[in-house]
């Protein structure tokens, strides 16, 4: 049996969970590849070294110094190996990482060397080899990853009993740091899992398991004992962040399954989350409800718009001239939608794109709608109810919750509804009321 543990920030918040997390290690000689996250949040409010290191890198940028964010970060480096007791240099590693840090001046690097140093302290409170992420996790010119990876580690853990590798980053081929999207580790347990032929991808966190919803909106969900790896894909690609969105496609074509534990509570079952070949439906309608907020929806009003060649192909180019990609986009009969982030609309750019689309389709009508969140509602099980549809839009209607828009995949695994950001979370709720309770 091979293991691979990630880690993540609420797992690593202090020494005492670093200790913690060697002991849930050690527990089991089969968790022999370790990654590891940075140190996250120790108490609401408390700030992730990752951020901080963002922070230290927008004042290297501004002022030529690193300034009092890479201060907290020595402080918390420095805090972590007092408390565990280990007999670690790590004012001259935090020496050497701040000289690199100014003379690299890249946002990726400085923010990777959160992971690296958890890792170098881990590596030695476990007495394991240390792998260094950027000669090991590549990626292609374009930013993807590179298949070379996996043998690149499978070279790496070679004649190692046990090797702890920082997540979150790996390096171009001629060695420029490069990071993940945030979350990003999750990702490199998985590429670890992959390359070292795991069994088990163990995913440690600070919850016991994937819940059908939220915690920070219904108080103890239910948990989610199993789900497809389909399913995870569209709840966390939805906004159920326990695992990033992306974690499934390394272990994939493996078969390999991840299970989400808790940190806190090693002792409780969490989640599996299984490929096809093990996957076995539970008999559940749904199974989770996940959802994203603010998003900006631009509808398209046009008489015989289907009938126009070239109308949507028109309209996606402006889209596309703007390098803005859009999450869904619903159609009916003589209209179109837009669903984006709207993050990606700020400054200017939304009025750039209407203008640029009135001109190259002249619709009827062009509206937008600003602070649109979408309720995504996942499910095998939501094909094989009759009813499903009904019962959604009844608990909705209940809420006295006005739709703003329907999708309804073409998997058959998930309905998505969008409604309005100030009813986001009563929403949520209603769906879960009606589903799980
Ligand atoms: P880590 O630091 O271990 O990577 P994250 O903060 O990335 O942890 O993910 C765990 C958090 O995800 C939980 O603390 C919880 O607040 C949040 N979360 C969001 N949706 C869910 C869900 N459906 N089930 C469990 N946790 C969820
Ligand atoms: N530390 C990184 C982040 O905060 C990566 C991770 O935690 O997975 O996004
Ligand atoms: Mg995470």
Known sequence: ??????????????????????????????????????????????????????????????????????????????????????????????DRTEEEIKKIRSADFTVSRGEY??????AALLGADFIDAKDVIRFTADGKLDEASFALLAEAFKGKKRTVIPGFY???????????????????????ARAAGADLYENWTDVSGFMACDPRIVENPERIPSLSYQELRELSYMGANVLHSESIFPV???????????????????????????????????????????????????SLMNAEIGFTYKVLSVLYRHGVSFEHMPTGIDTMSFLIDGALLEGGVLEQICREIKEAVNPDHLRVYDDVSL????????????????????????AGVNVRMIDQGSSELNIIVGVDTEDYERTVRAVYREFFE
């Open 170 to 192: 790996g390096a171009l081929k001629d060695g420029t740091v490069k990071t993940f999207t945030r979350g990003g580790s999750d990702i490199t347990g998985a590429i670890t």
């Open 1 to 94: 049996m091979i293991k691979v543990a990630k880690f993540g920030g609420t797992s690593m918040a202090d020494g005492v969970n670093f200790r913690r997390v060697a002991d849930i290690v050690n527990a089991d000689s089969s968790r022999r590849f370790v990654v590891v996250s940075a140190p996250g949040k120790r108490y609401g409010g408390d700030t992730k070294i990752t951020d901080l290191l963002y922070s230290a890198h927008t004042a290297l940028e501004a002022t030529g110094a690193l300034g009092e964010s890479f201060k907290k970060v020595r402080e918390r480096y420095v805090s972590v190996v007092r408390e565990t007791g280990l007999d670690f240099a790590i004012e001259e590693l935090l």
């Open 252 to 302: 994939r074509e493996a078969d390999i399954p991840i299970q989400i534990k808790n940190t806190f509570r090693p002792e409780d079952d969490g989640t599996l989350i299984l490929p096809p070949s093990k996957y076995r439906y539970g008999g559940r309608t749904v199974t989770g409800i996940a959802g994203k907020t603010h998003f900006t929806v631009i509808f398209l009003e046009k």
């Open 375 to 398: 309720i995504a509602v996942v499910g095998h099980g939501m094909s094989k109810n009759v009813g499903t549809s009904a019962r959604l839009f009844g608990a909705i209607a209940s």
């Open 117 to 122: 140093l958890a890792a170098k302290v881990m």
